[in-house]
């Protein structure tokens, strides 16, 4: 069975840093894309960063030149540098990736449980 495990949120004061990482582990043959989301209270989900299997990367404009969404395949793991954090990054980040599991497992997308980033002074 795939799991996504997140680890690296807390609290941190406006203008500070925080890196998220996120492991994969269980029966995996493929990742393709990896990708954080976050939803802040009483909003929805939202896209924040992807990278694809060979390194193309994506950012909401809300994050452009403050966050860095890299990867390390022989872990299985995605990181989120987030630099110059703002009240607005509050939010319970996600991990997320697209899986071909090994054996007879069906590709498919898997997410995390979830870690709160929260910025604040």
């Known amino acids: 069975q795939v799991q996504l495990v997140e680890s690296g949120g807390g609290l941190v004061q406006p203008g500070g840093s925080l890196r998220l990482s996120c492991a994969a582990s269980?029966?995996?043959?493929?990742?393709?894309?990896m990708a954080w989301y976050r939803q802040a209270p009483g909003k929805q989900r939202e896209l924040v960063a992807l990278i694809t299997g060979d390194g193309s990367t994506n950012y909401a404009d809300s994050v452009k030149g403050r966050f860095t969404i890299s990867r390390d395949n022989a872990k299985n793991t995605v990181y989120l540098q987030m630099n110059s954090l703002k009240p607005e990054d509050t939010a319970v980040y996600y991990c997320?990736?697209?899986?071909?599991?090994?054996?007879?497992?069906?590709?498919?997308?898997?997410w995390g449980q979830g870690t709160q980033v929260t910025v604040s002074s």
């Open positions: 997320n990736a697209n899986i071909l599991p090994g054996g007879e497992g069906r590709r498919g997308t898997y």
């Open positions: 269980g029966s995996i043959f493929i990742i393709y894309t």
